[in-house]
């Protein structure tokens, strides 16, 4: 089985920092894509941050500048470092990730995380 963990939410004053982790375990060799999304009450899933395979990103123009999304050198953890907070970044978090299997040849699977609460307020 695979899992996929965020860790890092929690409560900041706007302007300040956190950083988010999405840990994949189980029959994984390792993390290909790996993206962020966030959900507002009353709002869709928006997508937030996205790394390729290859290293390259993208960002939603609302945190540009502000937010960066990496992965480790292993290629078993995606991060997400949000700096210059505002009250509207306040969501649940979400990790997204491709990641190649154990199992099969050549095999990857899409697998989501259980979310991570982010709020900002003073």
């Known amino acids: 089985q695979v899992q996929l963990v965020e860790s890092g939410g929690g409560l900041v004053q706007p302007g300040g920092s956190l950083r988010l982790s999405c840990a994949a375990s189980?029959?994984?060799?390792?993390?290909?894509?790996g993206a962020w999304y966030r959900q507002a009450p009353g709002k869709q899933r928006e997508l937030v941050a996205h790394?390729?395979?290859?290293?390259?990103?993208t960002y939603a123009d609302s945190v540009k500048g502000r937010f960066t999304i990496s992965k480790d050198n292993a290629n078993t953890t995606v991060y997400l470092q949000m700096n210059s907070l505002k009250p509207e970044d306040t969501a649940v978090y979400y990790c997204y990730a491709t990641v190649r299997v154990t199992y099969g040849v050549n095999t990857y699977r899409a697998y989501w995380g259980r979310g991570t609460q982010v709020t900002v307020s003073s």
């Open positions: 790394i390729s395979g290859a290293g390259t990103t």
């Open positions: 189980g029959s994984i060799f390792s993390v290909n894509n």
